[in-house]
């Protein structure tokens, strides 16, 4: 008979809890989808990367010190799975015609909706793939420079000018549509 190990803690000096993996998770997981999506841009590719990096974060979740920073920590995770696993094999298909909207509901989306957000999207698809991950992780995803820095292994100085240079030309090939809008160029 095989003895279940029961004394094993979920998050450092806590008892663990049926559940409390589920609870870090949920809340995050369509934006992770959403950022998995919009980095391999393909819908089997982003559910194998979220499923990659939901294994390897409940494998490590002894490692989480911090309740509240669970949507970083499993974004890190999941830009480090794709980073690692994925980048390499990610197609360079444009993105397929029923493809539903890559943003996530909110104001932001409205926004870009209104704007013609399939543009928007094929706009961020085109981008090399190091300004495109720079781009979704300060402006989708809010994380700080460093933090960007350090989940792509390059120095901040790096990190800063990929940013610079993916949103450069986000806004020289979507110019048009302020254009379009009457708000210049």
């Known amino acids: 008979m095989v003895k ?3 004394d094993w803690r979920a998050l ?4 663990s809890s049926p559940g409390l993996f589920e609870e870090a998770l949920l809340p995050h997981l369509d934006v992770l989808y959403g950022l998995a999506l919009r980095l391999t841009r393909d ?3 982003a559910a194998d990367l979220l499923q990659d990096a939901v294994l390897r974060g409940f494998e490590r ?3 989480l010190r911090e309740p509240a920073a669970a949507r970083a920590w499993f974004v890190r995770i999941l830009t480090r799975t794709f980073l690692n696993h994925y980048a390499d094999r990610a197609g360079e298909d444009p993105l397929p015609d029923d493809a539903k909207s890559l943003f ?10 209104a704007c013609d957000g399939r ?12 300004f495109r991950l720079a781009v979704l992780l300060a402006d989708i995803e809010g994380l700080a420079l460093r933090e960007i820095a350090d989940l792509c292994g390059c120095p901040v100085g790096t990190a ?4 610079a240079r993916g949103r450069q030309r986000l806004r020289d090939r979507l110019a048009h549509l302020r254009r379009d809008r009457g708000t210049g160029a």
Do not use: V
């Open 43 to 45: 819908r089997d590719a």
């Open 4 to 6: 279940r190990r029961t």
């Open 61 to 63: 979740f002894h490692q």
């Open 119 to 130: 543009e928007i999207e094929e706009a961020l698809a085109e981008l090399p793939d190091e």
């Open 12 to 15: 450092a000096g806590r008892p």
């Open 104 to 113: 996530d509901d909110g104001p932001e989306a409205a926004l870009l909706r």
């Open 160 to 163: 800063a000018s990929r940013l």
